[in-house]
């Protein structure tokens, strides 16, 4: 072969190499592109799938609080639950009545204490805590935790006034988040169990004497004297079954503080899922909330006014409407505390 015979074989070569590497690049580019766009279609696909279960949810909120006021055979008291079906999803809608809860601005140091203990804090802890709560509502200047208070980055003075919205809770000293929204403890077979944190047991509207069995937290239950095993069984039992009357559980200790229903101020919890096909829910699910106070129909028109609104709320059991866990029971939980 001569030499420009050579230098031809080079030139084809060289090219041929670089086709090579044209095309290996510009397929990256293109999976690169593709893998854009399908992470981006399914980021659109969730985002309206999630709006769609949202405006369930608000939707069934609404639903529910005509289907109260309209009474049986819509809603029959003392139902903890609604399960509403639609052809395109499903939601669950929570019926907790403030009495469920314990009132934080009226609330004795001692069953301030026993709460906080029973969501998961040690006892010094849960006794600093119920101070602060007690230092926070207590009105003047000058209150033991002030100190601490302006020692922090931002700093920030104590309210010493009546708490007005129960996420102030947050501010006060010792508290924390685990606390405040809930955390998971571990069963005897190993597996995670939801326990409730003080937003779900403490209100700026609730009672400090009686509370409803149907609907008040088993975190607070534990507080009135409830063993945990107790205490979740009742709330295994009622989401099957409501209790029309104290007597339809073996309370223990607890019995002499519980009563049945609320008086005008609830708290309509919405979770919902939408339907994937084959009537399967999907795992996506969209929880809002709202603090609704009933009135009067002769006197208000519409007889209902909205105290909160939560757009994002947290429900970690709504989705299922008759557990905590899958399965139908809590294993290796429930050993006492059997319903009479």
Not at 142 to 157: T, V
Not at 318 to 332: E, I, M, N, S, Y
Request: proline residues 7%; hydrophobic residues 40%.
């Amino acid at each position: 072969m001569n030499y420009r015979g050579k230098q031809n074989a080079g030139e084809s070569g060289s090219a041929l190499l670089a086709v090579l590497w044209l095309s290996a690049a510009l397929a990256a580019i293109a999976f690169s592109v593709a893998m854009t766009v399908r992470a981006e279609t399914e980021r659109t696909s969730n985002f309206a799938d999630s709006t769609r279960a949202y405006y369930l949810a608000a939707g069934s909120i609404d639903r529910a609080i005509l289907w109260i006021l309209r009474g049986p055979p819509t809603y029959q008291p003392p139902m903890p639950y609604i399960t509403m079906d639609y052809p395109g999803g499903q939601a669950v809608v929570e019926v907790i009545p403030e009495t469920s809860k314990l009132g934080i601005n009226e609330a004795s140091v001692e069953d301030l204490t026993r709460l906080v203990a029973a969501a998961g804090a040690d006892p010094g802890q849960a006794r600093y805590i119920a101070e602060g709560i007690i230092d926070w509502r207590t009105p003047g200047a000058g209150g033991a935790g002030d100190q601490e208070y302006l020692r922090r980055n931002p700093s920030f003075r104590a309210r010493h006034a009546s708490f007005e919205e129960i996420e102030e809770l947050l501010l006060v000293r010792g508290m924390t988040p685990e606390l405040f929204y809930g955390s998971y403890f571990e069963g005897q077979d190993g597996r995670l169990i939801p326990r409730g944190g003080l937003k779900d047991c403490l209100s700026v509207w609730g009672p400090t004497t009686q509370f409803d069995a149907n609907t008040a937290d088993p975190v607070l239950l534990m507080s009135l004297g409830m063993t945990p095993q107790a205490a979740f069984e009742a709330a295994q039992v009622r989401r099957i079954k409501p209790f029309h009357n104290v007597g339809d559980f073996a309370f223990g200790p607890a019995a002499g503080r519980l009563r049945i229903g609320g008086n005008v101020i609830w708290t309509l919890r919405a979770t919902a899922r939408l339907k994937i096909g084959q009537g399967r829910l999907s795992e996506l699910s969209r929880t809002v909330s709202a603090t609704v106070k009933f009135l009067r129909p002769e006197d208000y028109n519409p007889p209902y006014h909205f105290l909160r609104w939560y757009g994002d709320a947290w429900a970690p059991s709504a989705a299922r409407p008759l557990d905590f866990v899958p399965g139908g029971a809590l294993p290796g939980i429930l050993s006492s505390g059997t319903p009479r």
